[in-house]
């Protein structure tokens, strides 16, 4: 237990982080095993939560890789991905569709609301919040798709009236075909549409480390001039990829930080929000 002056430190500490981020918005991908354990999920909506308290704003756009694989599996469909990208056809795409935004989001958002009344579930698809296009488009039954737009109206609808958006990455084209959009490139998107004070992925990676085996080699601050290397030097591989290409297009458009963090650790939003240090990679332009 800390002692009323330990407790009074702690406070004075965070002080300057919370008056210099008071009414900035924050879009934070959730993703990775600290969806699966009930303990990180509780902890990490408690750190939102506590976010959205001290006045700033937040968006979550949240996948379910885990999930999706769990399901693709249970009907012996073999989950496919290209330089970590989900390849998706008609069959995946469905099951895709009923997993995010029919179990995923709407289970994040009770989770919310067991003490709030703050969170509000949405897909790409509400309000036309996200317009997709083809990722593959030599790919007629490919349904991975990229953002082509994104319209705030919604979102700006929620944040100015104190709610918490709670976003799926699916979203559809102008026919109304449903595509699957990677949800580090649809968190990406949204921080720069918002132009965001900071866009935090949470992964089950400490960072961008020079030695993925070891978490002591792990770089705490990056621009995009060194991610380029990495990734030309092929140290920033696989999965890393499409995480580091959305912090970079995000960047490019005046969203200030990225920031690519361990969810498993406790308080992991807050430690790398609201200390000088922080506990991941943080990129800058």
Known sequence: MLQNSECVQ?????????????GSTIVIKYGGSAMKDVYLKSKIVEDILFLSYIGIKVVIVHGGGPMINYWLKQMDIEPKFFNGIRVTDKITMELVEMVLV?????ELVSLFNRSSNLAVGLSGKDANLITASSFFTDQ???YTGKVEKVNLDIINILLTNGY???IASVASDLNGQSYNI????????????LNAEKLILLTDMPGIMSNINNPATLIKH???EKLEYLKDQQIIAG???PKVDCCIQALKKNVVSAHIINGNIKCALLLEILTSSGIGSKLVA
């Open 239 to 241: 999965g890393m990829i």
């Open 164 to 166: 918490i958006p709670v």
């Open 102 to 106: 029919g179990k995923v989001n709407k």
């Open 222 to 224: 990056l621009n995009i």
């Open 140 to 142: 007629p039954d490919n």
């Open 182 to 193: 990677n949800a580090d490139f649809v968190a990406g998107a949204i921080a720069a549409s």
């Open 10 to 22: 702690v406070l004075s500490d965070l002080l300057p982080f919370i008056q210099r981020f008071y």
